[in-house]
Nanobody, 124 residues
């Protein structure tokens, strides 16, 4: 069983930055593909970014490419999402996800474990 706990959400101004963290309670964190997703009210859960086991492979949604950076610290069992140049429409609950599959994935149904989410609000 994997437990994921997100932190770092809050209020940012448009154009500002936030850094999300997700700590995993698991012995073999480096075996997991990690991802970040977000969900706004009335919308489906949306892929944001994913990172491979060693951190060398990353994929981003087109909407965040160049502004967001996903990274991981396997020694700390933690994955991060640095979010720069935030936009008001990116207000959402951001979720960390983990999966035991082989390659990075944009598909939320592939992920086995989810955190409780952290709220990000961006003021205009």
């Amino acid at each position: 069983q994997v437990q994921l706990v997100e932190s770092g959400g809050g209020l940012a101004q448009a154009g500002g930055s936030l850094r999300l963290s997700c700590a995993a309670s698991v012995r073999t964190f480096s075996d997991l593909i990690m991802g970040w997703f977000r969900q706004s009210p009335g919308k489906e859960r949306e892929f944001v970014a994913t990172i491979g086991r060693r951190g060398s492979t990353t994929i981003y949604a087109d909407s965040v490419k160049g502004r967001f950076t996903i990274s991981r610290g396997n020694a700390k069992n933690t994955v991060y999402l640095q979010m720069n140049s935030l936009k008001p429409e990116e207000r959402a609950v951001y979720y960390c996800a983990a999966g035991g599959f082989a390659a990075v994935s944009r598909v939320p149904d592939r992920y086995d474990y989810w955190g409780q989410g952290t709220q990000v609000t961006v003021s205009s």
